[in-house]
């Protein structure tokens, strides 16, 4: 529900939107770790507490890569 939503607002600007599996991503696929680190706007879900330590650390990463 939530991500349609979003996908409306994206459409609505003119924007991409690209949703990275967690999976992907917590593995260290090179195609999900540099989409992620080099989008414009993350809006990561951190609810699944199993997930919030390498979701964390991703996103100090990006904003360490990007300073």
Known sequence: MALKDVQNVADTLNV???QIDFDRLDFGEANA???????DVA??????????????YH?????????
């Not at 770790?33 to 989008?39: E, R, S, V």
Request: aromatic fraction near 6%; charged fraction near 5%; charge should be negative.
């Open 33 to 39: 770790l540099d989409t992620f680190y080099n989008a």
């Open 43 to 56: 809006l990561v879900d951190v609810t699944v507490q199993q997930q919030q330590p390498s979701l964390c």
């Open 59 to 67: 996103i100090g990463m990006c904003c360490h890569v990007t300073l």
């Open 16 to 18: 991409n939107l690209t």
